[in-house]
């Protein structure tokens, strides 16, 4: 018996228990839904990252309009 024999039996044998031994836990399409779910996570951060940058830009203005009214 050959060591290429023995590790193929014990392949076979995960794959039948459902188990990845040694190659990783996730399938190309397991992997492929969690970049698109991560691209969709960031596609959403960004539309927020950019009304967080306007929010912040009427405080902003609304600070130093209220200062200057102030003096």
Do not use: P
């Not at 050959?2 to 990845?20: H, I, K, M, N, Y």
């Amino acid at each position: 018996m050959t060591g290429e024999s023995l590790r193929s039996w014990v392949r076979q044998d995960d794959e039948q228990a459902g188990r990845d031994h040694g190659r990783g836990n996730q399938t190309a399409e397991s992997r492929d839904e969690e970049l698109a779910r991560l691209r969709a996570e960031n596609g959403r951060l960004r539309k927020a990252e950019k009304e967080w940058e306007l929010e912040r830009e009427i405080l902003r203005r609304a600070a130093a309009y209220f200062a200057k009214g102030m003096k």
